[in-house]
């Protein structure tokens, strides 16, 4: 399960990759849909469908998500104006903290209680979601206090 | 990005690539036998397959049901085009794939159309199996399929029916009555009972708090007694009558790996070695029961990163380890010298440990150990050697000086003996 891969803070170190069960406050889990992330419920008969998340630590608060199993990666985009979640086609594997490109990649995560909410590194301020509905898309928000989507996820480490 | 492959697209399409024929050859079979001329009998909308509809495969999701309940069938593709605000006006209409006839049929009061899902109530262990509905505008027409399963209400059925959700010890935290969405619309105040094991959770309960809106149930202070299955129950009143609609979730607590403050318990400050010899100073850290995953530990000399410092490989890092004894965590990265040089006594190591609970140091430096004390160790040896070697020559000496007084005192013996006769002789 758990991989070596180069990281924090020489570029040298040895650090694992860990898969975690994901599940949002509302106790909804992540799962494909058309190419897209989204999150809802699953009966017990459908959990196979359930996606795990990949994280690296790159530093103990900044990590590289991806999903597990599928050589994606969560990002989040800035063109113009706009801030766009996406799924990209790397290995979470290959990707090294140094490289600026691949700090799209970067989530800066922050525990309250048993729950952890993951910020964009590339788009301070901008945290990961998900819709307060189920079998909507994940994607990230910048009003995590005031607005309904939801940021606070569980983590339960994969066996 | 990835390409997606709808499951089992393949054989679904072989499947339904049959039925389709089937389905088209049927009723003019059918009309054939009658003598009835197709056209007049069979409305635009009750034709099964009509024009050239792309089959988008199977749905990815099982729907899982207790007989007796209401069960709302939503078209995949067409409900997930709503959701994603790309819905046009769309027609859709559906059959059950071991039938070439729509659902539902004339007669069936059980089924019916609402909103392009498809309402069955009650549902009977019978009507499982795979649905496929046609989505048909004006520009395209497509088709999915998706399962239904109608199980016998029993416990046995909980394990396939439930929707799993997790909690963490010594925690509060909410569980969701799912997937009601279908009959709560329009509804600001959805009202449901909750059970554990099938005992109502009364409201005055002070461990579980009913959350209205979408509803939810507060748990508080989980224990690992708080897992199990339970159950919500909306009440929804059709044509007069009263029907239940059940969801079942199982309770899993979850032990929490928490961070913990780690805590460097060696090495000591001082270290000794002998320059030229190869030296392993180990950094150890103790977590206790905290997760080793997220906590960094590595070594700086002089507040330099060690592989900076010594590009040329004399110091290293060695393999970080991360174990447990007694149910504790520990994490331990080794500095290695190969070999130690002077220029080491005058540097400062630093052994660094961080995690988002804490960040400690240690500071270590090495001293260079004594040359073997050689005087020490030998001058008590000498000491014995010559007490012993000095007893020894005295006794050798004393022995040789016996010898010596013997042969004088023969001499003097026979010196006087000697003398004796002529004494006598003198006397004579």
């Known amino acids: 399960m758990a991989l070596e891969t180069a990281c924090h803070p020489s570029g040298k170190r040895p650090c694992k990759m860990q898969a975690f069960r994901i599940w949002d406050v509302n106790q909804k889990t992540f799962y494909m849909r058309n190419n897209q992330l989204v999150a809802g419920y699953l009966q017990e008969s459908n959990t196979k469908l359930q996606e795990k998340i990949d994280v690296v630590p790159i530093e103990p608060d900044a990590l590289f998500l991806g999903l597990h199993g599928r050589k994606l990666c969560l990002a989040c985009v800035k063109s113009g104006d706009e801030i766009r979640f996406q799924l990209e086609a790397v290995n979470i594997t290959d990707l090294s903290k140094n490289k600026e490109e691949n700090k799209r990649f970067t989530f800066i995560r922050s525990n309250s209680g048993p729950t952890t909410s993951f910020e964009s590194a590339a788009c301070p301020g901008w945290f990961l979601c998900t819709a307060p509905e189920a079998d909507r898309p994940v994607s990230l928000t910048n009003k995590p206090k005031e607005s309904f989507m939801v940021t606070k996820f569980y983590l339960q480490e994969d066996q | ?428």
């Not at chain 2, 495969?57 to 899982?64: A, P």
């Not at chain 2, 925690?171 to 449901?192: A, H, M, Q, Y």
């Not at chain 2, 190969?338 to 995690?355: A, G, S």
């Open chain 2, 1 to 428: 990005m990835q390409s997606y492959r709808l499951q089992g697209a393949g054989p679904e399409i072989s499947t339904f690539c049959i039925l389709q024929k089937l389905s088209r050859t049927m009723p003019i079979l059918y009309m054939l036998i009658l003598g009835v001329p197709a056209f007049t009998i069979q409305p635009e909308e009750r034709t099964v397959t009509a024009g050239n509809c792309q089959f988008l495969g199977k749905h990815f999701k099982t729907d899982l049901m207790v007989e007796g309940e209401p069960v709302v069938l939503r078209c995949p593709q067409a409900w997930y085009r709503w959701l994603d605000s790309a819905s046009s006006h769309v027609n859709v209409t559906w059959r059950k794939n071991d039938s070439t006839r729509m659902v539902p049929e004339e007669e069936e009061t059980r089924m019916w159309v609402q909103d392009n899902a498809l309402w069955i109530l009650p549902a009977l262990q019978g009507d499982s199996g795979t649905y496929i509905c046609t989505v048909r505008n004006a520009s395209y027409c497509y088709e999915m399929s998706t399962e239904l399963r109608v199980f016998e209400k029993t416990e046995a059925a909980l394990t396939y029916i439930s929707y799993p959700q997790i909690l963490t010890l010594s925690t509060s935290g909410l569980l969701v009555c799912p997937e009601l969405s279908e009959f709560t619309r329009n509804k600001t105040d959805v009202e449901v009972q909750w059970y554990k094991d099938s005992v109502l959770l009364d409201q005055d309960n002070e461990k579980f708090l009913s959350v209205a809106g979408p509803p939810r149930l507060l748990v508080q202070n989980v224990s690992m007694e708080d897992a199990g299955y339970y159950s919500c129950v909306m009440t929804l009143t059709h044509n007069g009558t009263r029907v239940n609609i059940t969801r079942n979730i199982e309770l899993r607590v979850q032990k929490r790996r928490e961070e913990t403050v780690p805590v460097i318990v060696s090495p000591r400050q001082t270290i000794l070695a002998s320059l030229g010899s190869r030296l392993i100073i180990p950094c150890k850290v103790f977590l206790g029961a905290g997760t080793q995953w997220t906590t960094d530990l590595w070594w700086m000399a002089n507040n330099t990163n060690i592989d900076i410092a010594y590009r040329g490989g004399r110091v290293t890092e060695g393999q970080r380890q991360e174990y447990s004894e007694n149910n504790e965590n520990y994490i331990e990265v080794p500095l290695i010298f190969d070999p130690v040089i002077r220029e080491d006594l005058n540097t400062d190591f630093k052994c660094v440990t961080y995690n988002t609970r804490s960040f400690q140091t240690l500071h270590t430096t090495v001293k260079e150990a004594a040359t073997f004390p050689w005087g020490t160790v030998l001058a008590p040896l000498l000491l014995v050697f010559l007490v012993l070697g000095g007893i020894w020559m005295r006794n050798r000496c004393k022995h040789r000086s016996g010898k010596a007084y013997g042969l004088t005192a023969l001499k003097i013996e026979r010196q006087v003996f000697q003398s004796y006769p002529s004494k006598i002789k003198e006397i004579k």
